[in-house]
């Protein structure tokens, strides 16, 4: 799971609640009590109904490994991603990318994809991709192994941004949901999250009110950006490789028609804080108070166009106060909601210097 802003070098106490056993087991038992659960025959019987051929065998179809928030499950040939949920289409974005794409980048190739029509589900059925997650093996790579797959990623992060949108908003909702600005997409998208931490009493009235003030202070930074498609969960568990070839980018389920600088927020995290994308799951103790500074400034050399924006920091610290309040709305965990609004408080309302800012000293690495 991706939580932005959970990395706060001027409250210690609260990394030791991140790091602790007891917030890892609270997170896996979460995961446990939300994530959709189907029976292998299900799967199976899905597969039929659209018609994919060489169905696997029943004992052949097994759930992917925890950390995954939406119902996963793996074949010798396929990866099957099910929903029960009718509210909004998840898995749409990754036919388009796979559409849009699959010819010319190594992104999902999506074979079948049904949304509550032929199915009483929404269903994404892609070949499996070949090679490993770059999770499973980045932390015994040089930095040198490291940088040459990073690159590759960079490159399908670029090709991304070539898919345009007049628009912005989810790419889930494309057709339902369109807004002129990514700032009114932002600040409705905020004040969802605000309204149900309001309403759930997650944190003090006083805290929310100076945190949603700062917020519509500055949102309207981001009125004149142009709209691409992004991915906005981009980490070593959603990349796959052969040795030293990317062989796939994988879950575009969160993408949004955005700007540029917003497929940043989870390159960033995952540089300085990979810990977070594992968070519940048995790879946390792996990746613990690990970073890849290393690849930053791969990052800056492929996009010197962002990172060239004088408001980039003001950007990327509202991007992530809105990232940080959904995961406190979600409410995962009381006592990490209470430490990340401290921290959103101490570190991230900055009126002048953003340097201390999350982001800020993320990229002074």
């Not at 997170?27 to 060489?54: A, C, M």
């Not at 166009?305 to 940080?324: S, V």
Request: net charge negative; glycine share 4%.
């Amino acid at each position: 799971m991706n939580k932005t802003i959970e990395n706060y070098k001027d409250s210690v106490e609260a990394e030791k609640y991140v790091d602790s056993d007891k917030y890892q087991e609270e997170i896996k038992r979460q995961y446990k009590e939300r994530v959709s659960k189907f029976t292998r025959e299900q799967v199976s019987d899905v597969l039929g109904i659209l018609n994919i051929p060489n169905l696997p065998v029943i004992g052949d179809i097994v759930e992917a490994r925890a950390g995954n928030v939406h119902a996963t499950y793996i074949t010798p040939d396929l990866v099957v991603k099910m929903n029960q949920s009718n509210n909004a289409p998840d898995y749409l974005p990754n036919k388009i990318v796979s559409d849009r794409l699959g010819n010319r980048a190594p992104v999902v190739n999506v074979v079948a994809y049904d949304y509550f029509d032929k199915t009483p589900f929404e269903v994404l059925v892609m070949k499996k991709a070949k090679g490993k997650m770059f999770l499973d093996d980045i932390c015994e790579m040089s930095e040198e192994e490291r940088e040459t797959i990073f690159k590759q990623v960079l490159d399908v992060v670029e090709q991304l941004f070539e898919i345009k949108f007049k628009d912005f908003g989810r790419i889930n909702l494309d057709g339902q949901e369109s807004y002129d600005s990514y700032s009114d997409f932002l600040t409705k998208e905020f004040a969802e999250h605000v309204a149900k931490i309001k309403t759930d009493k997650l944190c003090s009235p006083d805290d929310i009110n100076r945190i949603e003030a700062y917020f519509k202070k500055h949102v309207n930074i981001f009125d004149k950006t142009e709209s691409v498609f992004t991915h906005t969960d981009l980490h070593m568990g959603n990349i796959l490789h052969e040795g030293d070839k990317l062989t796939a980018v994988l879950d575009f389920d969160t993408s949004l028609k955005a700007p540029k600088v917003r497929a940043l927020i989870s390159l960033i995290a995952f540089i300085d804080n990979p810990q977070q994308f594992v968070e519940g799951t048995n790879d946390f103790s792996k990746f613990k108070g690990k970073h890849f500074y290393h690849l930053l400034p791969l990052l800056k050399e492929k996009f010197p166009e962002i990172f060239a924006d004088p408001e980039l920091l003001r950007k990327l610290n509202l991007i992530g106060l809105k990232e940080g309040l959904m995961w406190v709305s979600q409410n995962w965990s009381a006592e990490w909601n209470a430490e990340m609004i401290k921290g959103l408080i101490l570190n991230e309302l900055p009126e002048t210097d953003l340097s201390q800012t999350y982001h800020g000293r993320a990229l002074a690495n």
